[in-house]
Nanobody, 124 residues
Framework: QVQLVESGGGLVQAGGSLRLSCAAS????????MGWFRQGPGKEREFVAA????????RYADSVKGRFTISRDGAKNTVYLQMNRLKPEDTAVYSC?????????????????WGQGTQVTVSS
């Protein structure tokens, strides 16, 4: 069973930056992609970014391209989301997810395990 724990959320002013982390644990689970999703107040959950097991492939939602960067540390089973130039519309609960059995692609759906999420609030 995979456990995911996010950290790094908080309150920031528009234009500021935050770095989210997500550590995976729970055993040996082979190759896997990792992704970030968010759910704003009154909204559906939406894809934000993903990275392949190898780290060589990434994918971003159009709304965050050029502002957010996803990366991972394979040795630590940890994925990061560097968020720059934050906007009030980025306010949401951010959750990381793992999709098992993926080596070279960065999917935007079909994830197997989810973290509890961390709140990001951007004030105007």
């Amino acid at each position: 069973q995979v456990q995911l724990v996010e950290s790094g959320g908080g309150l920031v002013q528009a234009g500021g930056s935050l770095r989210l982390s997500c550590a995976a644990s729970g055993g040996t689970f082979g190759s896997y992609a990792m992704g970030w999703f968010r759910q704003g107040p009154g909204k559906e959950r939406e894809f934000v970014a993903a990275i392949s097991w190898s780290g060589g492939s990434t994918r971003y939602a159009d709304s965050v391209k050029g502002r957010f960067t996803i990366s991972r540390d394979g040795a630590k089973n940890t994925v990061y989301l560097q968020m720059n130039r934050l906007k009030p519309e980025d306010t949401a609960v951010y959750s990381c997810a793992v999709k098992l059995g993926i080596r070279y692609t960065a999917p935007d759906q079909g994830y197997d395990y989810w973290g509890q999420g961390t709140q990001v609030t951007v004030s105007s």
